[in-house]
Structure formats: C-alpha cells, structure tokens
T-cell receptor, first 113, second 111 residues
Framework: QQQVKQSPQSLIVQKGGISIINCAYE??????FPWYQQFPGKGPALLIA?????SEKKEGRFTISFNKSAKQFSLHIMDSQPGDSATYFC????????????FGGGTRLMVKP | DTAVSQTPKYLVTQMGNDKSIKCEQN?????MYWYKQDSKKFLKIMFS???????INETVPNRFSPKSPDKAHLNLHINSLELGDSAVYFC??????????FGQGTRLTVV
C-alpha cells in the first residue's frame, strides 16, 4: 500500500517557468511533510518542510501548499533554473514517533535552458 | 566535515556473501535510520534506531540487521546476499526537533 502518492513521475519545464509537483497521503496521523531534492549520485537533501497547522510555506523560490482536508500537498518552484534539474521527493512522517519518512515515488524534473 | 558519512560508496559482491555497510554521523543526533532506494528510485525506510528502541519495517528480511556500537554509528549487516538486494542504501540521522540528514549512499551490486 503506497501511503504517499506523487505526480507527475517526470516533468520538463522551460527556464523561468513554474514547476509544480503534487502529493497525496492517506495516513491522517502524518504531521510533518518535507520535500527532498536529490541529485544523481547524492543523498536526498531537505528542501523545505511544512506542518499541517499552516496552509502555505515559502522559502525563496520554493513554496509548499498544504490542504489538510484533501490530504494533499504540493511543491511549487518559481522561476525554475537548469540547476533545479533533479529528482524531487515528497515525504510524510509522524514527527514524535521517530520521524520515519514515508516517501512518494519521486519526480524527475528537467529544466531546459 | 561530512555530517552523515557512509562507507563504502560502492560495493560489488557475489550472491550468498555477507557484507556490512558502515554509517557515522557527527551531528550529535539521537536517531539513525537506514533507507533503501531501488532501481526505480523508490525510497523506503528499513530501520529506525535510537538508544532506546529499534523499529523495523516489517517488509525487511531478517537477513538485514542494524548494529549500533555507539550513538554516532549505525552499521547495516546483510547476510546471504541475494540479487534482489542490489540497490542504493542510505543512512540518515535526525535529532530532537530536526529534520533527517542523509548520507551519500552506498550502491550495492550483487552478482
């Protein structure tokens, strides 16, 4: 059973465009929703994270939108750059229960110059 | 300084062998983890461990076992390796009220 579903699997965006990746979760006990960025040959690195008490969080060009009632959250990358080309993973966890991350399937983003 | 370091980075071994992957973190975190990333890039938790509790993902075969000599280390032992164990294994750590930091990964190839 896939508890966190992510779409799309791959995404091609022109430089300067907006990249949008969506995730949906099933377990209502999840209370921490991070996004990780992974470059080839590297480990995942935290990009931005949100708790369900807010509906949006913005850090630079990256914004998480969170809809608790729909059990969905999304990552928006504004002014996408070629350096943003990577695989993005959404994840969810129960923060006070060991913070074991359940990952979505990943989105391979390519930003064309 | 690397926050979470794993060795080796690459490991090629034959079926049936026993191997270990080492992980060390210098962040002072209490909890360490092992994740497996398969050929389709899907990431899955294998273990969570702190000095009080080991949590095992029920889907992990008992050929896999974590060993923690101290708070800064969590090694992964794998017995009787199978072809399907080929994957990238990531160690991670987190502290109280901090996010998880991942190592660079160990690419295991079983031939």
């Amino acid at each position: 059973q896939q508890q966190v579903k992510q779409s799309p699997q791959s995404l091609i965006v022109q430089k300067g465009g907006i990249s949008i990746i969506n995730c949906a979760y099933e377990n209502t006990a999840f209370d921490y929703f991070p996004w990780y960025q992974q470059f080839p040959g590297k480990g995942p690195a935290l990009l931005i994270a949100i708790r369900p008490d807010v509906s949006e969080k913005k850090e630079g060009r990256f914004t998480i939108s969170f809809n608790k009632s729909a059990k969905q959250f999304s990552l928006h990358i504004m002014d996408s750059q070629p350096g943003d080309s990577a695989t993005y993973f959404c994840a969810a966890s129960i923060w006070n229960a060991g913070n074991m991350l359940t990952f979505g399937g990943g989105t391979r983003l390519m930003v064309k110059p | 300084d690397t926050a979470v370091s794993q060795t080796p980075k690459y490991l090629v071994t034959q079926m049936g062998n026993d191997k270990s992957i080492k992980c060390e973190q210098n962040l002072g975190h209490d909890t360490m983890y092992w994740y497996k990333q398969d050929s389709k890039k899907f990431l899955k938790i294998m273990f969570s461990y702190n000095n009080k509790e080991l949590i095992i993902n029920e889907t992990v075969p008992n050929r896999f076992s974590p060993k923690s000599p101290d708070k800064a280390h969590l090694n992964l032992h794998i017995n009787s390796l199978e072809l399907g164990d080929s994957a990238v294994y990531f160690c991670a750590s987190s502290g109280y009220n901090t996010e998880a930091f991942f190592g660079q990964g160990t690419r295991l190839t079983v031939v």
